[in-house]
């Protein structure tokens, strides 16, 4: 199976080895991810302006790309996500927006939406199956782990329609794919203030302890993420409370594969 992928700009520097990770997983379980060409920067930030093109356009080329490169765009970085499949929307649903984004770009032909918008985790659910993860898996992992959503995965909701977002669950199910238990604990779900990082310090740690030492309460030994900004917020915020892991760290552990 080959599929179009569009890695991001994190990925491709101080994350690279989330890249190099997520490319082996995705080979041992029969995935090709094929690296879109000339792809830009999402912007990292959806822009909530609706007059608001130009940092819209490197989404829809990839977007683009992807629509006539097997009709499906592979995301890794829940940021790029989030960006790029709410773009993604505006060009199905807002005609001012699609018709400047293509009267810009000149496309061949007019882009409307048309390319699905996967993230690593819902390839690994749909396109592969937890069921076959559990039988690819060569070492169980075997201990407590929690999960950690953030906000990118889940809202808007009416948009994301990643899971539930007041109970989501496909984290839970693919830590139990990988041989591991989950902790469900009450704040893998909120937001661990990342984005306010560089306005206020304080709050960040604040609200990074306050995840962690939710998890550590209810028994977990380490918890896992899929976004790279809650990644390096957790870790460096977190004072050790608990290590934290990109999920697919995890993922190649359980299969065996080695960069």
Same mark, same amino acid.
């Given at each position: 199976?080959?599929? $179009?992928?569009?890695?991001? !700009?994190? @990925?491709?520097?101080?994350?690279?080895?989330? %890249?190099?990770?997520?490319?082996?997983?995705?080979?041992?379980?029969?995935?090709?991810?094929?690296?879109?060409?000339?792809?830009?920067?999402?912007?990292?930030?959806?822009?909530?302006?609706? %007059?608001?093109?130009?940092?819209?356009? $490197?989404?829809?080329?990839? @977007?683009?790309?992807?629509?006539?490169?097997?009709?499906? @765009?592979?995301?890794?970085?829940?940021?790029?996500?989030? +960006?790029?499949?709410?773009?993604?929307?505006?060009?199905?649903? =807002?005609?001012?927006?699609?018709?400047?984004?293509?009267?810009?770009?000149? @496309?061949?032909?007019?882009?409307? &939406?048309?390319?699905?918008?996967?993230?690593?985790?819902?390839?690994?659910?749909?396109?592969?199956?937890? %069921?076959?993860?559990?039988?690819?898996?060569?070492?169980?992992? =075997?201990?407590?782990?929690?999960?950690?959503? &953030? !906000?990118?995965?889940?809202?808007?909701?009416?948009?994301?329609?990643? %899971?539930?977002?007041?109970?989501?669950?496909?984290?839970?199910?693919?830590?139990?794919?990988?041989?591991?238990?989950? +902790?469900?604990?009450?704040?893998?779900?909120?937001? !661990?203030?990342?984005?306010?990082?560089?306005?206020?310090?304080?709050?960040?740690?604040?609200? $990074?302890?306050?995840?962690?030492? $939710?998890?550590?309460?209810?028994?977990? /030994? /380490?918890?896992?993420?899929? !976004?790279?900004?809650?990644?390096?917020?957790?870790? +460096? =915020?977190?004072?050790?409370?608990?290590?934290?892991?990109?999920?697919?760290?995890?993922?190649?552990?359980?299969? &065996? +594969?080695?960069?």
């Amino acid at each position: 199976m080959k599929i $179009s992928y569009y890695p991001g !700009c994190t @990925l491709k520097t101080k994350a690279k080895d989330l %890249d190099v990770t997520a490319r082996l997983c995705a080979k041992a379980l029969g995935v090709e991810m094929e690296e879109i060409e000339n792809w830009q920067c999402c912007g990292a930030v959806y822009p909530m302006g609706t %007059d608001e093109i130009a940092t819209k356009l $490197s989404a829809v080329r990839a @977007l683009d790309y992807a629509k006539h490169n097997g009709g499906k @765009l592979l995301t890794l970085c829940s940021a790029c996500h989030n +960006v790029i499949k709410r773009t993604n929307e505006d060009m199905k649903t =807002n005609d001012d927006i699609r018709f400047r984004a293509n009267n810009y770009l000149q @496309l061949d032909e007019p882009y409307g &939406g048309e390319t699905e918008v996967i993230h690593y985790l819902e390839m690994l659910k749909n396109l592969v199956g937890f %069921d076959a993860i559990k039988k690819a898996v060569k070492k169980p992992l =075997n201990r407590k782990i929690g999960a950690y959503y &953030g !906000c990118l995965l889940l809202r808007p909701s009416g948009v994301m329609a990643f %899971d539930n977002p007041e109970n989501p669950t496909i984290i839970e199910d693919f830590i139990r794919a990988i041989g591991g238990t989950p +902790v469900v604990y009450p704040f893998r779900n909120e937001c !661990c203030g990342a984005y306010v990082a560089l306005k206020n310090g304080e709050l960040p740690k604040q609200k $990074s302890r306050k995840v962690l030492t $939710s998890a550590k309460e209810k028994g977990a /030994e /380490e918890v896992i993420t899929a !976004c790279p900004l809650c990644l390096y917020n957790l870790q +460096v =915020n977190g004072e050790g409370i608990l290590p934290v892991k990109y999920f697919t760290e995890l993922l190649a552990e359980a299969l &065996g +594969v080695q960069a």
